[in-house]
């Protein structure tokens, strides 16, 4: 593990710590960042997509490899916001699977298309990401402190595809690369179907 990722990891874990305490409700930020970093973490349907956008890019090469991972986030903290405020999103778990389904597929067939389409595709499926993080933030959390943590969870999980996406220098990795990519879009097929 190279110095900087240990560092960068370091410090987003003492920033989740956050202090401790005594009262309930006090400074309205008890589980924020923590929640929303948690968020999509603990879901495996936002794990494989999100890794997606990071093997996608690496194989779209510069500049998408670091444009596809700052729209994402971007347009999911919108849709985030959406969500808190409630404003209606149909079908939000089926965009979910959907995602990974289709960001899979673009991996394993190693696509290229322009930019622009990527970033929309990417963007697209962000704003379904967001608004569920964003319907499922906790009552006592600072929206600020969980988009946040959400938006930091999501560029950490893009960097692990970046990086796990860095083995397609060579051609066994880039068959690696590729085969995670097809079983990120079997997965995202079982969500959609409700196999898993």
Do not use: N, Q
Not at 124 to 137: D, S
Not at 142 to 166: D, P, Q, R
């Amino acid at each position: 593990m190279t110095r900087t990722l240990r560092h960068a990891i370091l410090s987003v874990a003492l920033l989740a710590a956050g202090p401790a305490l005594a009262h309930t409700g006090a400074g309205g930020d008890i589980g924020g960042f923590g929640s929303g970093f948690l968020h999509p973490m603990l879901g495996p349907d936002h794990v494989i997509a999100m890794v997606a956008v990071g093997l996608w890019g690496v194989f779209l090469g510069a500049p998408a490899i670091w444009v596809l991972p700052i729209v994402f986030p971007l347009v999911m903290a919108l849709g985030g916001a959406f969500g808190m405020i409630g404003v209606p999103l149909p079908a939000v778990e089926t965009g979910i699977a959907l995602s990974a389904v289709v960001l899979g597929l673009c991996v394993l067939l190693a696509l290229k298309p322009p930019l622009p389409v990527a970033a929309v595709i990417v963007g697209a499926f962000a704003i379904f990401h967001g608004y569920a993080h964003g319907t499922e933030m906790p009552e006592a959390a600072s929206a600020v402190s969980y988009a946040l943590g959400f938006v930091i969870a999501t560029g950490l999980l893009h960097l692990a595809g970046i990086l796990f996406g860095g083995l397609a220098r060579w051609d066994a990795g880039r068959i690696a690369v590729r085969t995670a990519g097809g079983l990120i879009a079997l997965a995202g097929g079982a969500f959609l179907t409700g196999l898993a």
